[in-house]
């Protein structure tokens, strides 16, 4: 059946496109924001077959007993059931898929890093303070939005009830307009009314326009009135289970903080920073040129020459650090932090 084929499709589906690839916060927001677009789509596609195959079925039933659409209308609400059914399992297949590149994935025990997060030297800070782009609140505040417009991609699909109701009225009315056609025409008000299902064992001719309306209403009125129920999206984002694997996502991000805060001390606190942020000041150029002054008083040049050969070997030791660190979901990366003390030395020695 079409309509369960749609069902299906949607229940299967993954909101995002996670390659394994190392990405930049920026690139795989931008990325994944451009795959649920697509999503999107596909959603409302699948929502206009289902909607197309319901009322095309229910052509056979709109004349019939109120019995009848008593038993269509409940099998409408067991649609709306499932169609919520697939859309919070495709937010869950979606939220299972993130959390393995957060947190792992259980069974390999494997963890491949998806972020590149740089080590630098804050620009907007004169004492070389040493910060990550992106900042860990960054990485998890991004994340925590992501997750809301993934949720947010299922309020393009309404509820059927809704659009069938909405669409049965437009039929109706079409039959409605039929029928005072027909009036104004000078054609037979009961053949009309016959024609438009209406009793048989009534006078229409001799109502009032009230008394028509009433027959009208008795006539196509459904046995109950639009159950007040949420649309999909709130649901889905109060579900209980999407809410926890939300909650495990985050605590995988909060956990990876420690780490990012490790490698910034790490940075903050070395020999290789310290000695290049002390020739930043004039004190500490004069230190540099005048070399250091022993018991015996070396000839000047080569007090120079050994001092800028000093920090030929700290430029060094800057060069020579490991310049990727895998941490769990990340690596840090800190090559331009690398480049921007050794160009500082190099213009300085220049």
Known sequence: MKIHNEFEKISTTTLTNVQKKLYLLSEFIRQQEDTLKVREQDFVNSFEKISRKVM??????????TKIQSEWLKFVHRLDDNLEKSLKQSVKNTLLELGRHISGDKQRQ???????????????????KIIHDPTHDELKTNIQVFIKQIIHVTRVVPRIEKVFRKKRD??????????????????STAAAFAKAGMRPDVNYQNLSEEEK??????RW?????????AEYE????????????????????????????????????????????????????KRILRGTQGELDQDPVQRYKESIESLIDVMNDVKNKQQQKPEQFIILDCSKLKNSLIEYGTDFIQ
């Not at 095309?56 to 007993?65: A, E, G, M, P």
């Not at 309306?213 to 008795?218: G, I, L, P, R, T």
């Not at 009125?221 to 129920?229: A, H, Y």
């Open 56 to 65: 095309k079925t229910y052509d056979l039933f709109i004349h019939r007993s």
């Open 221 to 229: 009125e459904l046995p109950r009135q639009c159950e007040d129920k």
């Open 213 to 218: 309306e009433m027959q009208w209403k008795a």
């Open 110 to 128: 494997e963890l491949v890093p998806i972020f590149r997060v740089y080590t630098i030297l804050d620009p907007n800070h004169v004492n070389w």
């Open 234 to 285: 709130e649901r889905i984002a109060k579900n209980r289970k999407i809410n926890n694997k939300t909650v495990e996502i985050v605590a995988g991000i909060e956990k990876i903080q420690t780490n990012m805060e490790e490698d910034r001390k790490h940075w903050q606190a070395s020999e290789e920073v310290r000695q290049l942020y002390n020739i930043r000041t004039e004190r500490g150029k």
């Open 170 to 187: 437009m039929k109706i009315a079409e039959i409605k307009k039929e029928l005072d056609e027909s009036e104004k025409s000078g054609g």
